[in-house]
């Protein structure tokens, strides 16, 4: 069984997922690309220390019915919204990319994941991925992940 088909869109300031269609037909097929897109660029909730500026720790509502106790799905890239493009903050975002895809591994959709970030330019951070699949097949993906313009500067 494959997943529908999600199609990214990217401006210079934001990403779009939609359905990808095929006249009124769903598209289906892409499924490791669309299990990357859900996987980064969902809300995972924040962590008991992970630092927050209001109440709201994120999160997806099924985290609660996951058939495996204590599986949590998305990433914690949001929380970087509103931070300083530092070093520092660009290794956070390789480990919250890793620590997003892990279920690839766990679940032995992959034999191996790397993961590297970058600053591209003032505002936006670069995130190449790239995944070995078991029939031994590598596949990347790169996406500009964009900071809050007014306050990641």
């Known amino acids: 069984m494959t997943d529908i088909a999600l199609t990214l869109t990217q401006n210079s300031s934001e990403l779009f997922f939609d359905i990808a269609m095929q006249g ?3 598209l289906s097929g892409k499924d490791l ?3 990357v897109y859900l996987s980064l660029f969902t809300n995972r909730r924040a ?3 992970d630092f ?3 109440n709201d720790r994120g999160g997806w509502w099924g985290d609660t019915y996951l058939p495996v106790l ?3 799905f998305g990433s914690r890239l949001w929380l970087l919204c509103r931070s300083k493009q530092t070093q520092h ?3 956070l975002a390789k480990a919250y990319t890793l620590e997003a895809l892990q279920w ?7 034999q191996a994941v790397e993961v590297e970030t970058e600053i591209v330019r003032k505002g936006v951070l670069g995130i190449g991925i790239a995944i070995k699949k078991p029939n031994g097949e590598t596949q990347e993906f790169y996406y500009d992940y964009v900071w809050d313009q007014l306050n990641a500067i």
């Not at 690839?104 to 992959?110: I, P, R, T």
Request: proline residues 8%; aromatic residues 0%.
């Open 24 to 26: 009124p037909d769903l």
């Open 52 to 54: 927050i500026d209001s």
């Open 33 to 35: 690309e669309t299990a």
């Open 104 to 110: 690839l591994l766990d679940d032995k959709v992959a």
């Open 70 to 72: 204590g599986d949590k």
């Open 47 to 49: 962590n008991p220390e």
């Open 89 to 91: 903050v660009v290794n």
